[in-house]
């Protein structure tokens, strides 16, 4: 694996791709390697036929399928001689594959599609495993192109060599002739192909692939379900290969090479496939602003106490809350108001204007030092809120700090991983890890302010093990009904 410096990722696809008989393109620029990539990999394959063809716009048939057979035209049938090209081949790589005209693709897209070619009267089954497509670009819009493109189930882009040392060994120190450490046979793969089909998807590949379709619908990102089909019996043969009991989530990684169709949307699949598969479906994010959603709802709510009772100056009108004084300076701009402050007879005879008064306002909220002026109810609403999420950041972080082995040893065993995709999962674990803390020291932070204390909240013990596998009920509504209880209390916008 040495010999493709970089291709890591692209080598261990293109082996899933022949293992799992879909085809694979590469979307980048020329002179990327990679036509000594597919051959490489074909000569994996034992009496592995390699056929490769750069097309034009003015390819003909017969270059790709083979020449008219003149002895079956003399007896009026149109048969070609299909040996050495496409329809014979166990591995294709077709560089400029949407260049392809009318005439090529109809056939084109039968091999891909039935694993047939027409050869005159006579229907051939073609022994190919995988078609590797190159291209420079992706298709115009063009329905049969789309067609064409959509065959492709893993879809890399490839450009030239990163880092330097990588490109001083490309060209000053040839490595020796390429030799497959391993060959495989045909049966073998099949056999592979055929033993897949029993292996079993864990609960949460299910939750991840459930929550990732409903992520990416979102952003406006639509995938077939013939798509999702093939995807998972691409897992399952991944799984099955690396000798693994059953598709896991560090299996669901390999989600991000084959989702994505318009390149931009490459970078946000791989993010969010690796955000569901690290923490198990699960949005620390989600649960981050359920967190600072609650922490503005506190301030709004101590904010808006005013911390003497105000009048209006001009009309008599008096305030409780900073919201009615807003209200208020919204219809008369020009009013100015008094502040009754208890047991002080100097501030009730100041006149303020409305931005003097704000500004006294915030110091006496300041001078006054305690915060604890909610009322007992929404002290009620609010103990009750950070403790059912303290509750579930708990819960999750317990989980994370039980799976991080885990999921080193998974990752381990799962021999389709590249090492950036191994060391980036972990990184974005222990992020996770700690945020969870973070999100954690914040509930704990407005839980023990005063006004606000409730007793302290313990995780759960019992019910940790089963969260593993199932998700942690999401009170996200609750919240989410909560602030908009807070909101129509306060007016707010
Ligand atoms: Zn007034």
Request: contains cysteine.
């Given at each position: ?8 990722a692209?080598?261990?696809g293109?082996?899933l791709a022949?293992?799992s008989?879909e085809n694979l393109l590469?979307l ?110 992706l298709p115009?819009e063009?329905?049969?192109?789309e067609a064409l493109y959509d065959r492709f189930l893993f879809r890399y882009r ?43 998807v864990d609960s949460d590949v299910e939750m991840i692939i459930t929550e990732l379709r409903k992520n990416l619908q979102l952003q406006e990102i639509e995938i077939s379900d013939r798509r999702w089909k093939k995807v998972i019996q691409v897992l399952k043969?991944a799984a ?7 598709v896991d989530r560090t299996t669901a990684l390999l989600l991000q090479h084959m989702l994505w169709n318009l390149p931009e949307e490459r970078e946000t699949i791989r993010k969010t496939v690796f955000e569901l598969a690290v923490s198990g479906g699960i949005s620390t994010e989600k649960m981050r602003h ?126 389709w991983l590249s090492?950036l995709d191994?060391?980036e999962a972990?990184?974005l674990h222990?992020a996770r ?38 998700s942690v009920?999401d009170?996200g509504n609750?919240?989410n ?13």
């Amino acid at each position: 694996m040495d010999y493709f410096k970089e291709r890591e990722a692209e080598i261990n696809g293109s082996l899933l791709a022949v293992l799992s008989g879909e085809n694979l393109l590469f979307l980048g620029p020329p002179g990327t390697a990679k036509t000594q990539l597919a051959k490489n990999i074909c000569q994996s394959i034992k009496g592995g036929n390699f056929y490769n063809y750069l097309l034009t716009s003015f390819s003909t048939p017969e270059e790709i399928f083979g020449p008219l057979s003149l002895k079956a035209l003399e007896e009026d049938e149109f048969r070609r001689k299909i040996e050495g090209c496409l329809p014979t081949a166990h591995i294709a790589l077709l560089d400029e594959i949407f260049k392809a005209s009318s005439a090529i693709l109809n056939s084109l897209l039968t091999i891909l599609n039935e694993h047939k070619y027409h050869n005159g009267r006579e229907i051939v089954d073609v022994p190919l495993l995988s078609v590797f497509g190159a291209s420079n670009e992706l298709p115009e819009e063009d329905e049969s192109l789309e067609a064409l493109y959509d065959r492709f189930l893993f879809r890399y882009r490839l450009a030239y060599i990163q880092d330097d040392e990588n490109f001083r060994t490309l060209l000053f120190r040839s490595p020796e002739d390429f030799t497959p450490c391993i060959q495989i046979s045909v049966s073998e793969i099949e056999e592979v192909r055929r033993s897949a089909k029993s292996i079993p998807v864990d609960s949460d590949v299910e939750m991840i692939i459930t929550e990732l379709r409903k992520n990416l619908q979102l952003q406006e990102i639509e995938i077939s379900d013939r798509r999702w089909k093939k995807v998972i019996q691409v897992l399952k043969v991944a799984a099955c290969s690396s000798g693994c009991p059953a598709v896991d989530r560090t299996t669901a990684l390999l989600l991000q090479h084959m989702l994505w169709n318009l390149p931009e949307e490459r970078e946000t699949i791989r993010k969010t496939v690796f955000e569901l598969a690290v923490s198990g479906g699960i949005s620390t994010e989600k649960m981050r602003h359920e967190a600072e959603d609650l922490q503005a709802a506190v301030s709004i709510a101590l904010k808006n106490e005013l911390p003497a009772k105000a009048v209006c100056d001009s009309c008599g009108e008096e305030f409780h809350l900073r919201q009615e004084i807003e209200v208020h300076h919204i219809s008369h701009p020009n009013h100015s108001y008094i502040l009754r402050i208890e047991g002080s007879s100097e501030g009730s005879s100041r006149i303020y204007p409305y931005e003097n008064l704000i500004r006294e306002i915030d110091n006496l909220h300041e001078n006054a030092g305690k915060k604890s002026t909610l009322s007992p109810a929404q002290k009620e609403i609010f103990e009750k809120e950070f403790g059912v999420l303290g509750d579930r950041v708990k819960h999750v972080k317990y989980r994370f700090e039980e799976e991080r082995e885990l999921l080193r040893q998974l990752m381990e065993a799962n021999i389709w991983l590249s090492t950036l995709d191994r060391n980036e999962a972990l990184l974005l674990h222990d992020a996770r890890n700690i945020e969870l803390s973070e999100i954690d020291a914040l509930i704990s932070k407005y839980q023990s302010m005063p006004g606000l204390q409730s007793k302290q909240v313990q995780p759960k013990q019992q019910s940790i093990k089963e969260d593993a596998k199932v998700s942690v009920p999401d009170n996200g509504n609750s919240v989410n009904g909560f602030m908009k209880g807070i909101g129509s209390r306060f007016k707010l916008k």
